[in-house]
Structure formats: C-alpha cells, structure tokens
C-alpha cells in the first residue's frame, strides 16, 4: 500500500508523517494520523534522557502515532535497548513501520494492540504515555506493567484541568483541587504526579520524579516506580495541601485547599546531573537551555514570579539577572524553567519583598 505523506528529518531521524499535521498548541486532531511539530523539543528531551540519564532495557512507546518518539530514541540515543512501537490504530501502525524501514532499526519492532492488551500480557522497563488529553485512564495498565524497577513517562496537554481553569475536571480526573494562582503550572504539575502517585500506592508500588516540567502547552513526567509497600508509603508521605493568599503573596505549605499534591523534588538531581545534551537534536539550543537550568534548579517549592511581586508593591520589575544576583546575597536562588521570568529561592517571603523593595525601580 502507497502511505500519503510528507518526509520530513526532526533532529537526525527521517520520518513519514501524515499530509495534513499540527504546528503547535495541544494539537488538534486533524486527520487519523496524528504529528504535532511543536513537540520535537518534547521529543528531544526524551532523547537526552535515554542517552545520558535512564538505562532502561525493554522499552514501550504504548500510544505512537507515527512512532516518531521511539523512533527517534532508536535512532539518536546511544543505548542497549529495544522498542515495542504501539497504536491502537493499523494506519498509525503503517507510519510506524514505515518510519522503522526508512530509518533502518534493528532495535524497534511495530505492534498494534489496545495499550491495555498489550500491558495486560507483557511487561517492560519503560512506558510511555502520549494520549490526546488526560492519561489517568491508561496510568492503571502502565502501572502493571512495568517491572519491578521500571519508568513510566507520561505527557497531559490538559493542563487547564490542573491549573485551576476547571477546578471540577481536577477534582473528577485528579482527585484533587486546583486554584488559578501565579505559580499554576508548577501546582497543576504536582497535582498529577500526587495523583499518580496514590495510585501507585494502591498497587504497593512507590514513585520518585526523575525528571517533571511543564512546557508550551502539556506536562511531562519522567517517574521512577519500585514496588513495595515502604517505597508506597514514603512516597505517599510526600503529599500534601497548600494555600496561597494573593493579597500578601504567601504559599503557605502543609495546609489549604490546593491539593493534594506532590511536595518532593521534581526531579532526581544526582541522575540528572549525568544528562548530557547529544549533538543534532531538533530544538538543540532550546534543550541545552533547559537541561542547564534544570541542573541548577533549586527543590524549593513553589516558585516565585517577578510580576507578581511587581505589582503587589506596586513597582516595577526589576531586571532578572540583578534580582537573581540581590537574592544570591541573602540565601540560596535559582532561575526556573516553569517561567523566563520566575525564580526559586530558600529565603521566606518577606525577605524576598525586602530585597525587592532594595532594587527595584
Ligand atoms: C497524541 S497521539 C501520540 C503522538 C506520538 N506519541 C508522537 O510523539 O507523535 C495519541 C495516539 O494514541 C493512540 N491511542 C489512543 N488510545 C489508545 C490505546 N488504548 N492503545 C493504544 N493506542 C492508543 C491514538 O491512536 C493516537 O495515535
């Protein structure tokens, strides 16, 4: 059968893609065959992470359209893995082996199995989940079918649910309640990863972020799982509420009505540490730019925004480089990759407000 398609080369892997493709936001459906250009930044953050940071051995791409994130890792990051490349849907599943012949993997092998069959007979090492929307309905398969010891990736381009613009969709998907508030997508994110985190715990299975950020439209998690009943409850322990004020700006941490939420790390910084950015990636700069700030990134829940504080002394921003360089002399500071203009401190509010007023214009 003749496939219609355009080729197109993302980072050093050549690809069929459907005619007619998105080329940005969370991505339409426009034909049968889904391809989001825009997500080739996501695309190369899981590159970097299979080359440098995460050795898993027997690997699932569970919801591939084209297959263009495995096959991309098959072909760009250095490893001794292999790939079960899944859709549900046969011409998704002619892409995909399409893209495997054109790129010459030995490494990838098609399947076209309902996810849940597939994680119901099999298990692996590495899961990724890549649904339109919500992946709450696919965490459960996943789950159980991961080794004992195994990492479970996750992309949610319904970041409004989480971020307070449905606080009734958070509640029914998250069990959890969101608020609008300037941190949001850093909340939204913790959210999801407590509410997979106490599903985990229903299976005895702990979790641990290895790498969770937000970007243009979608969350993305990368998350260790280990059974066991101790691993489920320290992990569980990691939740909790929060509340924040807008009058006085204050996050206060352990109660409130936001939550319940991640409030570990979001991610592992010793493994992130070894994350090396490989040559010829699609969004090259881009990704260098995160990995470099992510390494920095302070573990200080919940971060601040320049503007917030701005125009709750009612004066202006302050340029981010001396405000990081004022807070640098009063206590630990990070810039974040959550906001350009957002930075993480160790110092309490009124600190922060104080060194604000010192600099600001
Ligand atoms: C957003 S697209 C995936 C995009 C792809 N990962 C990429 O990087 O281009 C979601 C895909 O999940 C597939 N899908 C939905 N439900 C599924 C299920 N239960 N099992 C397997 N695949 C499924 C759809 O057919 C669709 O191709």
Redesign the pocket.
């Known amino acids: 059968m003749n496939l219609e398609g355009t080729s197109i080369v993302e980072g050093s892997t050549e690809l069929l893609v459907p005619l007619v493709i998105s080329e940005k936001g969370p991505?339409k459906v426009q034909g049968r065959?889904?391809?989001?250009r825009q997500?080739a930044f996501n695309?190369d953050v899981s590159v970097t992470m299979f080359h440098s940071v995460i050795r898993p051995r027997k690997c699932l791409?569970?919801?591939?359209?084209?297959g263009?994130?495995g096959i991309r890792i098959c072909k760009e990051a250095t490893g001794d893995f292999r790939f079960v490349i899944?859709?549900?849907?046969s011409l998704?599943c002619e892409y995909i082996g399409e893209n495997i012949r054109r790129n010459g993997l030995e490494n990838a092998e098609v399947s076209n199995a309902?996810?849940?069959c597939l994680l119901a007979d099999q298990v692996f090492d590495y899961v990724d989940l890549?649904?339109?929307g919500t992946p709450i309905p696919f965490v459960p398969a996943a789950l159980q079918g991961l080794t004992r010891k195994g990492i479970l990736a996750v992309t949610a381009t319904d970041t409004a649910s989480l971020s307070g613009t449905h606080p009734g969709k958070c509640r029914r998907r998250y069990m959890g309640n969101s608020q609008r508030n300037p941190f949001l997508h850093e909340s939204g994110l913790r959210i999801m990863i407590g509410t997979v985190v106490r599903m985990a715990a229903q299976l005895d299975k702990g979790v641990t972020p290895l790498l969770c950020y937000y970007a243009d439209h979608y969350f993305r998690l990368f998350l260790s799982i280990k059974d066991g009943a101790g691993a489920a409850d320290r992990s569980l322990e990691q939740l909790g509420m929060m509340s924040y004020d807008r009058n006085t700006g204050e996050r206060k941490i352990g109660e409130g009505k936001m939550g319940p939420m991640w409030l570990g790390p979001l991610m592992d910084h010793e493994a992130m540490s070894k994350a090396e950015v490989p040559e010829g990636l699609a969004c090259a700069e881009r990704t260098k730019q995160h990995f470099d700030i992510w390494k920095e990134e302070l573990d200080v829940p919940f971060y601040y925004e320049t503007n917030e504080i701005a125009s709750m002394l009612k004066l202006s921003p302050p340029g981010r480089d001396e405000l990081l360089a004022a807070m640098g002399g009063i206590g630990k500071v990070s810039r974040t990759n959550f906001s350009p203009t957002g930075f993480r401190t160790d110092r309490p509010l009124e600190e922060v407000l104080e060194t604000f007023r010192s600099i600001a214009l």
């Open positions: 991505g065959v889904f391809f989001n997500m695309r791409d569970a919801m591939a359209a084209t263009a994130r899944n859709d549900k849907d998704a309902d996810l849940r890549d649904p339109f």
